[in-house]
């Protein structure tokens, strides 16, 4: 699927924050977005879940990609992240990760409460990534 248009990237910004709205955080009350485009045109969303062994939360970018999977859905065109922060951020490091498997070209957008959206490739956040290809 050709890279997503203004239209597109506006209405998975809007379906990230409305996942952010559920997520589980009582513990660092910071709420996360994240709207997941595959390649045939399909959106998933997720939300960060905290647990109270601090270490087993997941990030909203994950949860999302991991509701792709579970729909039988395997490539990723683009990730929207939302955050309830002053300056959009891009993704940690292990959703970075997880993301290559399944969209090593993916788009990766982050908006916030304030002005900035930052708009990246995957492959500029995570250069000379290991995936699938590594294990040949
Ligand atoms: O990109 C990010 C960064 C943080 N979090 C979550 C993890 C934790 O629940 C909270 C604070 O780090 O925000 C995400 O979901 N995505
Ligand atoms: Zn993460």
Redesign the pocket.
């Known amino acids: 699927m050709a890279a997503p248009d203004d239209q597109m990237l506006h209405n998975l910004a809007k379906r990230a924050k409305a996942a952010s709205e559920t997520?589980y955080?009582p513990?660092?009350k910071?709420?996360?977005?994240?709207a997941v485009l595959t390649d045939d045109g399909q959106i998933f969303e997720?939300?960060?879940?905290?647990n109270a062994s601090y270490g087993l939360?997941?990030?909203?970018?994950?949860?999302a990609v991991f509701q792709m999977v579970a729909r039988a859905k395997q490539k990723i065109t683009a990730v929207v992240?939302y955050?309830p922060t002053v300056k959009p951020?891009?993704?940690?490091g292990a959703?970075r990760q997880v993301i290559n498997e399944f969209g090593p070209d993916a788009l990766i957008m982050?908006v916030c409460d304030g002005e900035g959206v930052l708009k990246k490739k995957l492959s500029e956040l995570l250069p000379d990534a290991f995936g699938p290809a590594n294990l040949n």
């Open positions: 997520a955080c513990y660092s910071f709420r996360v977005g994240a997720g939300c960060n879940v905290e939360t997941i990030c909203a970018e994950r949860n992240i955050t951020s891009a993704p940690c959703c982050s």
